[in-house]
């Protein structure tokens, strides 16, 4: 395997594959093993950071005083930030150093668990959770770009990405079982401690460790996209976010959705006139970027939301307890695990595309099996049905990232795992609250969980027919 930097950096690794089996993945060395696990520990303590904090945040508003209406704002608090400056963070690890903004992210994201773990106050509290999602801002994207500019296109990105993809999607199951158990019997500080000691595991092995790179002709960044942008989303996750909790009839809710629409705008137009875009437009062109962003955009967003009101279905309707909750979540967390090893084989087999479309044909197909719930019962049908739409939920990760940086230059891989982070972060956001107030709407709650499976479904599977026919090759 050869390790590629910008900056001329070609660290040789084998990757030794058995005569006549082409398809089969190749094995990483020991260094290239290091490498992976230091850019995946980080990614896995991000997500980790996503749903660990759900559970405890009752305890959490009585222990801080934090009213229930203000609740959210330990959510907000870190999803404005890591959403909103991804893009930016993203072409700033393209022009100054991916290495060194992944180093200074990381800092600042063990520092801020410490603070958010010492909290005396809300005031306190929520400044440490949006430095924790400033953090994740530069984290994620250069987190990203050194994986796929370290690991050349190809079967060993592959399995990088599909590494990196499962620790993911297992950090945001991992927390939510972790979250309950952690905050009962240690209290909810301890949620955050965890985090603050994962970075102290990564931070000191990653300057040794990874190499640094960067684009070699360093142009001006684009500030009036930088602005535009880091302010059209940052618009955009607050409304969501605010009426994920309060619904869309708020004046903030309307007013801010509204500007972020607006300010999106300007930056489409910003861009096509200036001569070092933040975003090339012409990137944006490409279909596997567009196409693959789009899969990214419906599988995150349709799958946060089938999570959402399948804990509403088991903990208000069925009336289990938080723990039997969390134990079926720890299966679809467990079968996911499976499905990210195997994820790279298929991948290899039929390319990323084919997979990303056969995945949420297959996500979609079996959040439709869950219109077959109960009012009286229904946990094993939930199990069954929300762990294999989770497998095909991941190959669908893992091939739309693949799919959405494949073609692109080392130069640009900073802006384009930017774009697909920027995607993850935004379907998170918008997923919950577009689906889940129809939910939460309806007197009956078992009816309107009933109508968002039934759209959520007929969403992923119109979705998977569209790529199919944009992701086809011409020629």
């Not at 058995?18 to 093993?33: K, M, N, T, W």
């Not at 209290?187 to 965890?194: D, P, Q, V």
């Amino acid at each position: 395997m050869a390790m590629h930097t910008d900056t001329g950096t070609d660290t040789r690794t084998h990757s030794p594959t058995p005569p006549g089996s082409a398809s089969a993945v190749p094995r990483l060395d020991g260094r290239a093993r290091l490498v992976l696990f230091v850019l995946c520990a980080a990614q896995f303590m991000v997500a980790l950071d996503f749903s660990i904090l759900n559970v405890a945040l009752p305890v959490l508003g009585a222990d801080l005083g934090l009213s229930r209406s203000a609740l959210q704002w330990a959510v907000t608090a870190f999803a404005l930030p890591s959403g909103g400056f991804l893009l930016l963070f993203g072409r700033i690890a393209d022009l100054y150093g991916r290495k060194r903004l992944f180093l200074a992210g990381l800092s600042l994201f063990g520092a801020a668990s410490l603070l958010a773990t010492c909290a005396w106050d809300p005031a306190s509290f929520l400044t440490a959770r949006a430095l924790q999602g400033l953090g994740a801002a530069a984290i994620v994207p250069a987190g990203m770009s050194l994986l796929t500019t370290t690991f050349p296109e190809g079967p060993l990105r592959d399995r990088a990405l599909g590494i990196s993809g499962t620790l993911m999607s297992l950090g945001f199951t991992v927390g939510m079982v972790l979250g309950g158990v952690m905050t009962d019997t240690l209290g909810w500080r301890s949620t955050m401690g965890l985090l603050a000691v994962f970075s102290l595991i990564v931070l000191p092995l990653a300057p040794g460790l990874l190499p640094e790179s960067r684009t070699p002709d360093r142009p001006r960044l684009d500030v009036p996209g930088a602005v535009t942008v880091t302010g059209g989303l940052l618009s955009l996750i607050y409304a969501l976010s605010t009426a994920a909790e309060h619904g869309f009839g708020g004046t903030d809710v309307r007013v801010t959705l509204v500007a972020g629409v607006v300010l999106l705008v300007a930056f489409a137009v910003v861009e096509s006139r200036h001569a070092a875009p933040l975003v090339s437009l012409p990137m944006l062109r490409r279909r596997t970027v567009a196409f693959g962003n789009l899969g990214g955009l419906v599988t995150f967003s349709m799958m946060s939301a089938v999570i959402f009101v399948l804990t509403l279905y088991l903990q208000e309707v069925l009336r289990l307890s938080a723990f039997l909750t969390g134990l079926v979540f720890g299966v679809q967390g467990v079968l996911s695990a499976v499905a990210g090893s195997l994820a790279p084989r298929l991948i290899g087999r039929l390319g990323a595309r084919r997979t990303l479309v056969l995945s949420l044909l297959g996500q979609g197909a079996f959040v439709a099996l869950l219109l077959g719930l109960g009012r009286d019962s229904g946990a094993l049908l939930a199990t069954v049905a929300v762990s294999l739409a989770s497998v095909c939920h991941l190959g669908a990760i893992i091939s739309y990232g693949l799919t959405a940086t494949s073609g692109v230059p080392d130069e640009e891989q900073g802006l384009a795992t930017g774009l697909v982070t920027t995607t993850q972060q935004v379907a998170l956001t918008i997923g919950i609250p577009v689906l889940a107030v129809v939910a939460t709407a309806r007197a009956d709650l078992f009816a309107g969980i009933r109508t968002v499976l039934a759209l959520d479904a007929a969403i992923v599977l119109a979705a998977a027919v569209l790529l199919a026919a944009g992701l086809r090759r011409r020629g």
